[in-house]
């Protein structure tokens, strides 16, 4: 995504299972590898993981 990735658009890396497809690869933006999950980010389960990554996409984008 050479222009950034919009807030609410999966990236275009992200792959059916969820994965990236560019882990490993020294083309991953910086973000993604300096990017520190923390359990409040996780949450118990997806919903709330996502939950949390449209906030602050909200709040940051």
Not at 28 to 56: F, I, K, Q
């Amino acid at each position: 995504m050479p222009h950034g990735k919009p807030a609410g658009i999966p990236c275009v890396q992200l792959m059916d299972d969820y994965r990236c497809a560019l882990f490993g690869d020294p083309r991953r933006p910086a973000v993604c590898g300096n990017l520190r999950p923390e359990p409040t980010m996780c949450g118990a389960h997806r919903d709330e993981a996502l939950a949390y990554l449209s906030d602050l996409e909200q709040r940051t984008g």
